[in-house]
């Protein structure tokens, strides 16, 4: 009766059906039936909860409560002390608790090539920049500093678990664990010989020894990275679908990402890129395909029948001029779309609000149609979409018991997004990255009021700024006359 009687006072915003989704009787919770308020490790009160499920749903003046880094329950904060006894409250009367964001694309250590080759076309950018400049600077150094700064910008702007594909990926795997974030890493495969591996065999090695040393991470799980149709040959490819299916590990792949590589794959192949990795065994639900932006109605077939998944990246699509993933016509198949940034060489950022932002409005051009990817949707995906694409929407995603706590807040009443009408739509169409105060891994806080816990922000611009004059950017293109 007494759960009842708080169930009522939050007007209607909780009601009985809702109460197995906020809480579970665990062994926390003994304590209860003696009217003793049971321990845990922490309450955070906010003005708003949303939980992503059910979707669309967002809960008043309730409270999240933490406890061995799991949620353990979403509780009206009337009342919510008399449940529970807290080594830590946090009280946050203006800000709205959410999931942490996933970033299912990036290059972490390119944050050190930001703005260093802007205004080409993928390819021309490509070799004759990026490339080069990977030959010429990236080493454990690079990669150490580069994935550092990335993590300092990702918690900033919310997201908590990402996924990504660089050279020297243990050192990624490193610093992600003494940082505390989430990952999926994918250690490259390609032909050619790199700073990390002299050919597709060595990567492979090297890959699965990273592998047997993150086996059993709570945080971090490791799978292979074949860069491209067009950078990787039969063979390596055949390997990694046989070693994927055998460890059930994910394979991360560029695929259809401009015009010209889907008419070139055609020319040398005979096949389109997507039927090429269809006949090689590696189009499987295990399979990330990120871009997408080159999809006939054929592909989309093969997509659908294969259970792979989708990964949108918009800004970094428009910017390289590579074109626009239909993500309404593959959500309307019922394929699972996320949502990255890609590198910050390419993006110029790795700020999931604004890509949600920019997925939102292309996506409703896309499809020609207002209604196409409401906010809610786009907030999916970038939460329990992009857990799902890489396998742990079991695990984070959604605030429900029993997951993990990963968890942002965002603050929510500066003048300049008053008045609010709709929680949700405000934080897609009108939120920025700075309003972003506090996150949590696992239930432990590194972002509190802004300020990282666990990196050292002076250090990492002072380590960004002794790059900055070591690598000297591509001359300027001449201007027309």
């Known amino acids: 009766m007494r759960e009842s009687a708080k169930i009522q006072r939050t007007a209607g915003l909780i009601d009985r059906t809702e109460m197995g989704i906020l809480r579970a009787v665990s062994s926390t919770r003994a304590s209860r039936f003696m009217s003793l308020p049971a321990a845990v490790d922490c309450i955070v009160s906010a003005k708003w909860i949303i939980p992503v499920v059910p979707a669309g749903k967002v809960f008043r003046d309730c409270s999240l409560v933490i406890n061995q880094g799991c949620i353990e329950s979403i509780h009206p904060t009337d009342g919510v002390l008399q449940e529970y006894a807290p080594r830590q409250h946090i009280d946050l009367p203006q800000h709205v608790l959410m999931p942490g964001l996933v970033n299912a694309h990036t290059h972490a250590a390119m944050s050190l090539l930001r703005g260093y080759a802007d205004d080409q076309p993928l390819m021309r950018w490509l ?75 060595d990567y492979i090695h090297k890959g699965l020894m990273l592998r047997d040393d993150y086996r059993s991470h709570p945080r971090i799980r490791i799978g292979f990275g074949p860069h491209a149709g067009y950078t ?91 074109g626009i993933c239909p993500v309404q016509r593959l959500l309307d198949l019922g394929i699972n779309v996320a949502l990255g940034t890609d590198g910050a060489a390419s993006n110029n950022d790795l700020d999931m609000f604004g890509e949600m932002t920019t997925a939102a409005l292309l996506g409703k051009v896309a499809a020609r149609d207002a209604t196409a990817l409401p906010a809610w949707q786009i907030l999916h995906m970038a939460t329990l979409g992009g857990a799902k694409v890489l396998g742990l929407d079991s695990q984070i995603g959604s605030l429900e018991v029993g997951k993990a706590a990963d968890v942002i807040a965002v603050r929510l009443d500066e003048t300049d997004i008053a008045p609010l009408y709709d929680l949700i739509s405000h934080l897609i169409y009108s939120n920025r990255r700075s309003r972003v105060t506090h996150a949590w891994v696992d239930g432990k806080i590194l972002l509190q009021d802004g300020q990282l816990t666990t990196l050292n922000s002076a250090e990492l611009r002072s380590r960004a700024l002794l790059w900055q004059d070591r690598i000297k950017p591509p001359a300027e293109p001449e201007l027309p006359l």
């Open 232 to 322: 990787v040959a039969d063979a390596p490819l055949k390997r990694i679908a046989m070693l994927a299916e055998e460890l059930q590990a994910p394979v991360h792949i560029h695929l259809h990402e401009t015009a010209s590589e889907v008419l070139q794959a055609v020319d040398a192949t005979g096949s389109r890129p997507i039927e090429r990795l269809l006949d090689l065994g590696v189009l499987t639900p295990l399979t990330q395909c990120v871009h997408m932006t080159q999809l006939s109605d054929r592909d989309l077939d093969l997509l659908q029948q294969s259970g792979a998944s989708v990964v949108h990246c918009p800004e970094s699509n428009l910017k390289l001029a590579s």
């Open 127 to 201: 070799k004759d920049h990026i490339w080069p400049a990977e030959k010429r600077w990236v080493d454990t150094e690079f990669v150490h500093d580069g994935t550092q700064l990335a993590l300092a910008e990702m918690l900033r702007t919310g997201t908590t678990c990402f996924s990504d594909m660089y050279f020297f990926p243990e050192v990624t795997a490193a610093a992600v664990h003494h940082a505390g974030l989430r990952a999926q890493i994918t250690f490259p495969v390609m032909d050619f010989a790199s700073n990390w591996a002299k050919d597709a065999d």
